[in-house]
């Protein structure tokens, strides 16, 4: 069973920066496999990037996926006050079939 | 657009058993392949929970499947968790969502159940 490990915990910005989150899986992951969310308080999970860098419909594009070997990495450009959330990736087993998602990362307001 | 909207009990007693719907309206429930249920326990992250297909075959997370069922009613659009056998461990916000091309593109609001005597 493949595991999601995301850093950092928290991070903390300012608007106007670029966040650069990560996701690390221990076995290795098909791109079309590995998915993004953003969960505010009291809300449901948002979906907003999919198979690696493809964006969910209404998503800006300064929100954007990408790969290295079994790093994945989603990154915010010109950070909006709206933006300041925990982001969670996941991804898709396929035997048995299912998913897994990392544990999060707290993206605050310095 | 396709919307989801859980319903059922917010309070279950331990040993009891846990059961949720989730209605589909905006679309079918036969017209996108999977469904699944997804939960999070207080101040912590996502687990999810398995899915059904609309043909009624499912899929289930290993650590849950010997105490889960999930069904799908395409008569009345809507699909169903149990739990059984529930603990306190068992109290979270349990989401519905939309199966799409290895993720989950539609969620419900949310439904927060709490497992206490």
């Known amino acids: 069973e493949s595991v999601l490990t995301q850093s950092p915990g928290t991070l903390s910005l300012s608007p106007g920066e670029t966040a650069t989150l990560s996701c690390r899986a221990s076995?290795?992951?098909?791109?079309?496999?590995l998915a993004w969310y953003q969960q505010k308080p009291g809300q449901a999970p948002r979906l907003l990037i999919y198979?690696?860098?493809s964006r969910a419909t209404g998503i800006p594009g300064r929100f954007s996926g990408g790969v290295s070997g079994t790093d994945f990495t989603l990154t915010i450009s010109r950070l909006e006050p709206e933006d300041f959330a925990v982001y969670y990736c996941q991804q898709y087993d396929s035997s048995p079939p299912g998913y897994t998602f990392g544990q999060g990362t707290k993206l605050e307001i310095k | 657009q396709v919307q989801l909207q859980e319903s059922g009990p917010g309070l279950v007693k331990p040993s009891g058993t846990l059961s949720l719907t989730c209605v589909v309206s905006g679309g079918s429930v036969s017209n996108n392949n999977w469904w699944s249920w997804v939960r999070q326990p207080p101040g912590r992250g996502l687990e999810w929970i398995g899915e059904v297909h609309h043909s009624g075959g499912t899929s289930y997370n290993p650590s849950l499947a010997s105490r889960v069922t999930i069904s799908v009613d395409r008569s009345r659009d809507q699909f169903s968790l149990t739990l059984v056998s529930v603990t306190a461990a068992d109290t979270a916000v349990y989401f519905c969502?939309?199966?799409?091309?290895?993720?989950?593109?539609?969620w419900g609001q949310g439904t927060t159940v709490t497992v206490s005597s």
């Open positions: 076995q290795s992951v098909s791109s079309n496999f």
């Open positions: 969502a939309k199966n799409h091309f290895y993720c989950l593109d539609v």
């Open positions: 198979a690696t860098s």
